[in-house]
């Protein structure tokens, strides 16, 4: 078995394609898998990290740029195809699976060209517009959520699978351990709050002033991302100059990053964030209850979908940026923790709709797909 994986540019597309090539190798331990992608995208930097081999073709954005810009991403786009096909044809892959980005694009043309089995990934409710050009041409499309099926064209074959999760998020560790490992309080309700690597201002906000009302037998492990962990400090009464494994104010512990997300959500009773797919995907196979935060500043407002097709299903709460979001969100949660029959209605409901076998699932359709070869 060989496979391709090819995503790039955002970590909503790098991390389905890893997982899905890792969860190929538990399955088929003789399986080779290849990660294709761009030599500018963050995947050149993240992929090799996490023991895949990497290879690289020229590609660039079209759709939504200016014309000059949408002609040179053309120029790109085919010399990628290029890189592709030289790729493809040395390793010889028995199916090729695409997630997304200015990667995909030229792959997934070369693996037509090729007549080599294709699928694609999607990560959030409504399609990205390079997977849903691509949907026309693969023999497979993996879909996140039921709501996502309206989207794509008719001829598309859409299957349902949920968004391929890594295996290390399903750490089984006990809540007691994984607070401990945070420094975090054993007992009473404990928030994880996501402000992202970069940070956002809102959910920031909505951090400190939840840490302010929050009663001293609660906990809150405060992720506020890079940008914004001076200031949060600084509001919560604590220097931020030792901050690179986080800072205790109280009952709170600020963390600039967190790279221990199994621990992390293992640690907590409810989590804050923004509603990418990726996110989304990890809260609902771990049956978490939520409360998100769609940003608007992002492509197609997709995130603002990923946030109304778990409100439709009554997985999470949603509350939407505005006038007052912060203190909407603070009072939305604290209301929450103090309510256990709630917060536990609204982790049912996350287990229900959560896709935890969507990696193994996707697997077994691209094995299916590759016996087709030929």
Known sequence: MRLVVTGGGTG?????????????????????????????????????????????VRSSGVMGKSPSQAVKGLVRASL????ALAILREFR?????????????????????????????EQNAVPGKTNLWLSRISHRTFAAWDYSVRFFPARSRVVVTGNPVR??????????DCRKFFGMSEEGPAVLLLGGSRGARTLVEAGIEIARKMPPEWSMLFVTGAEYFPEACRSLGVSP????????AGNIILKPYVYEMARAYGAADLVIGRAGGMTLAEITALGLPAVIVPSPNVAGNHQEFNARA??????????????????RIAETALGLLGDPKRLARLSGESRRVGKREATAVICRHLIDLAGRKG
């Open 12 to 56: 909503g597309h790098i991390y389905p394609a890893v997982a899905v090539a890792k969860e190929m190798v538990h399955l088929l331990p003789r399986a080779s898998v290849l990660y294709v992608g761009t030599e500018v995208g963050m995947e050149s930097r993240l992929v090799p990290k996490e023991g895949l081999p990497f290879k690289a």
């Open 167 to 176: 295996r290390d998020i399903f750490e089984d560790a006990p809540k007691r």
């Open 241 to 248: 100059s030792d901050g690179i494994d986080g800072i205790r």
């Open 93 to 121: 892959p028995d199916v090729v699976l695409g997630t997304g980005g200015y990667a995909s694009g030229p792959v997934m043309a070369a693996s037509f060209l090729l007549g080599i089995p294709r699928a694609i990934q």
């Open 80 to 83: 990628g195809v290029l890189d």
């Open 310 to 327: 778990l409100e439709e299903e009554g997985a999470a709460l949603v509350v939407r940026e505005g006038p007052g979001a912060a203190s």
